[in-house]
């Protein structure tokens, strides 16, 4: 059972105080590390004895675990905290099936109470090495300080910039909510253009993309940054990019270069798994909002 899964079933047996006493180790894990069971009362505004009952019971669960003569919020323990909110707001009623596992994020489906679905994205950076995510991402060294950081600042990042590109296109996934290091999501049905699945029109998808991409940086003002066979979907006719934690302004310094290594690597998979040819530089031009159309004459 995985730790989304552990965290969902969770939810019914947690008690008032543990709840609180999970939130007083989320302050401490943003700010002052490892508290002891003194300090965490006094960050939960709990008798000393009732936070001894609830760190028990919370390690019991998974949701907390000991560190030293003090406690540490889990992973488990972050995202039943994500799902309380969710269920508060009446966003969701239940977690389904699994859509996709990734080396950074999970997606389940999430179900409203009415029957509709929607797709809730749940952050895992350090599940892989943090040393090739910093490799890969432009991100600040502060950043990684611990995984509840990296997580939070991920799935708060992906949001915002989804909001931006709101109502831009319909390439992009709608952001319903989010919460902690978790993201509710549109759900899309669609598969990773990784899996080579068969296109309608390949020509017609390709066209698509770069148009997107260039609705992305002259409308919303952002680089993807990460983009890639990987973080596009398709039904065989639509295709949405997804995936945009470590996207980046167009102001940013690096954000030619970053749109360029995205034009070149859409490029590069087109014409290796559909035959598709493009140029990079010339599409470079059109995505970038220097030339009216994808081609010149």
């Known amino acids: ?65 000991r560190k030293g003569l003090g406690y540490v919020l889990t992973r488990e323990g972050a995202e039943a905290m994500a799902l309380k909110d969710y269920v508060k707001k009446d966003l969701i009623f239940a977690l389904g099936a699994v859509i996709a596992k990734g080396k950074e994020s999970d997606v389940y489906e999430a179900l409203t109470e009415e029957g509709a679905v929607y797709a809730l994205k749940l952050y895992k950076i350090g599940r892989t090495s943090f040393t090739k995510v910093r490799k890969k991402r432009v991100r600040e060294s502060a950043e990684f300080k611990s995984w509840m950081t990296a997580n939070y600042n991920a799935a708060r990042r992906e ?30 049905a669609g598969v990773r253009l990784s899996q080579r699945p068969e296109l309608r029109d390949p020509p017609a998808a390709l066209k698509t993309t770069f148009e997107s991409m260039r609705t992305a940086y002259v409308k919303g003002g952002l680089v993807n940054a990460d983009l890639s066979e990987y973080n596009i979907l398709t039904d065989g006719a639509s295709v949405w990019l997804i995936d945009w934690p470590q996207a980046v302004g167009a102001s940013h310094p690096n954000s030619a270069d970053l749109l360029m290594h995205d034009v070149t690597a859409v490029s590069v998979f087109f014409a290796r ?8 530089g010339q599409v470079f031009e059109y995505v970038s909002g220097k030339t009216a159309n994808l081609t010149k004459g």
Not at 159 to 180: N, T, W
Request: charge should be positive.
């Open 159 to 188: 949001y915002q910039a989804l909001k931006k590109l709101e109502g831009l296109s319909s390439a992009f996934p709608r952001a319903i909510s989010y919460s902690r290091s978790t993201v509710l999501l549109e759900e899309l």
């Open 1 to 65: 059972m995985s730790t989304t899964e552990r965290a969902a079933r969770s939810l019914k047996s947690v008690k008032d105080e543990e709840w609180r006493t999970l939130a007083g180790l989320e302050r401490a894990a943003s700010g002052s590390g490892t508290p002891d069971l003194g300090r965490l009362a006094r960050m939960s505004r709990l008798p000393p004895d009732r936070v001894k009952f609830a760190t028990d019971a919370l390690e019991k669960k998974g949701l907390a675990m």
């Open 273 to 280: 798994a559909y035959g598709v040819e493009s140029d990079p």
